[in-house]
C-alpha cells in the first residue's frame, strides 16, 4: 500500500511518501508563506522520485489540525480535490497527534505531553500514551495562553520556544510531521470516515489582526 501524507498546519509543508507504515521520502519545507507554492510541487518531486504516479496511491492522509487556520485550509483542500479527481481514500489525522508519536517512538516513552504553538502568544495541549503500536489520546486538546504553562511531569514536545516553556524534561524541535500522520493513518486504514467529516480542527476562533498601515483615504 502506498501513502501520499500531508501536513501543513505549522510553518513546514510537509510531505512524505509510504509504502504501508515504512517512510519512502520525505520533503520538510519551511520556506516562509509558501504552503500554497510549494504543496503541489513537493508532491510532483516525491512522486517521481520514487517513480510513483498518483493513480499508484492507495491512501492519502492529511493534517487537520490544530494549527495555522490558512495552512489547514490549503492542506485540506488540496488532498481533497487529489481524493476526489482520482478517486483515492482520505483519511484526516490529527496534527498534533503526529507529534505525540514523534515523540513516543524517538524517546521510546510510555506517556508524553504536547504542545504546539497556536502563534498568538498560546499554545495547543494534550497528553498521550503508547497504545497497540500507536498512540491513544489520554486528555481532551485544549487551548491555553502562555502563562498557563504549568509544571507538567510528562516528558513534552513540541514547536514552542523553549525559554517560554519553564519545564526541565522538554524538548521544542518537534512539529507535525507528514510522515507520522502516514503512520497513523496506515494503522486507521480501515476506518470509513464520511467527506462531512473531512474538516480541518481549529480548536479556537479565527482572530483578525488590525493592519498597521496608515489607509490612504480615511472612510
Known sequence: MYILAVDTSTEYCSVALLRNDELLQEINDKTPYSHN???????????SSNCIKITDIDLLAVGSGPGSFTGLRVGMSALKGIALAVNIKLLPVRSIDAVAFAGIE?????????????????????????????????????????EELIDIKNLTVGNI???????????????PRAYYIG?????????EIEDKMIEPQYYKNFKINKSKKVPLINL
Open 37 to 47: 507554492k510549494k504543496l503541489f510541487k513537493n508532491i510532483d518531486t516525491i512522486l
Open 106 to 146: 524517538q524517546f521510546d516513552q510510555n506517556k508524553i505531553t504536547v504542545m504546539l504553538d497556536g502563534k498568538q502568544k498560546d499554545m495547543f495541549t494534550a497528553s498521550y500514551k503508547k497504545d497497540k503500536g500507536g498512540i491513544k489520546l489520554l486528555s481532551e486538546i485544549s487551548v491555553g495562553s502562555y
Open 161 to 175: 520556544p523553549k525559554d517560554v516553556v519553564k519545564i526541565n524534561d522538554y524538548y521544542s524541535e518537534f512539529f
Open 183 to 191: 503512520k497513523i493513518a496506515y494503522l486507521n486504514r480501515e476506518k
